[in-house]
């Protein structure tokens, strides 16, 4: 019925696949090539330290770019991902899949965010109990997360 347009609509917002953005001095700019236009967040603790709150996240490809090499340092949060920052300023840049390289970066970063939607949360068990999105998501807690990330690579 109206679907053809609201289609239509969407794969012009989804060509606008390479986004700009930068840290807060500016030392590291970036080239986002995003997998998609839909935000997730992460309630998990270790984003709230890292991130200072939820990290909201897009999936960016491994084919994104960071100018400004130097500036970034690159901390091992994990056994299968590490997340990057911006020396100079403390910005958080990425946390990158070590198994496929591609990235989630904070949608803060980037200069213009209004074609992407809310659509996820993970580890909503973890959340404080003090705030909640507004935004209808697909929700998934910790065991849940934990079962999708150990089923398709079968790393440990
Ligand atoms: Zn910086
Ligand atoms: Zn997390």
């Given at each position: 019925?109206?679907?053809?347009?609201?289609?239509?609509?969407?794969?012009?917002?989804?060509?606008?696949?390479?986004?700009?953005?930068?840290?807060?001095?500016?030392?590291?700019?970036?080239?986002?090539?995003?997998?998609?236009?839909?935000?997730?967040?992460?309630?998990?603790?270790?984003?709230?330290?890292?991130?200072?709150?939820?990290?909201?996240?897009?999936?960016?490809?491994?084919?994104?770019?960071?100018?400004g090499?130097?500036?970034?340092?690159?901390?091992?949060?994990?056994?299968?991902?590490?997340?990057?920052?911006?020396?100079?300023?403390?910005?958080?840049?990425?946390?990158?899949?070590?198994?496929?390289?591609?990235?989630?970066?904070?949608?803060?970063?980037l200069d213009?965010?209004?074609?992407?939607?809310?659509?996820?949360?993970?580890?909503?068990?973890?959340?404080?109990?003090?705030?909640?999105?507004?935004?209808?998501?697909?929700?998934?807690?910790?065991?849940?997360?934990?079962?999708?990330?150990?089923?398709?690579?079968?790393?440990?």
């Amino acid at each position: 019925m109206t679907g053809s347009m609201r289609n239509d609509q969407k794969e012009e917002t989804m060509s606008e696949k390479s986004k700009s953005g930068h840290c807060l001095c500016g030392a590291v700019k970036i080239s986002a090539v995003l997998a998609n236009h839909e935000a997730g967040a992460c309630h998990c603790k270790m984003c709230q330290r890292w991130a200072g709150g939820p990290f909201v996240a897009i999936a960016c490809t491994p084919e994104t770019t960071f100018e400004g090499q130097d500036a970034i340092g690159v901390y091992p949060s994990s056994e299968w991902a590490e997340r990057g920052f911006c020396k100079h300023c403390g910005s958080p840049l990425f946390s990158r899949v070590k198994s496929d390289g591609s990235y989630y970066l904070p949608v803060g970063l980037l200069d213009d965010t209004e074609d992407l939607t809310l659509v996820s949360e993970i580890f909503i068990d973890r959340k404080p109990s003090w705030y909640s999105f507004a935004e209808k998501t697909s929700q998934m807690t910790e065991a849940e997360v934990m079962a999708m990330f150990a089923a398709p690579s079968g790393e440990p």
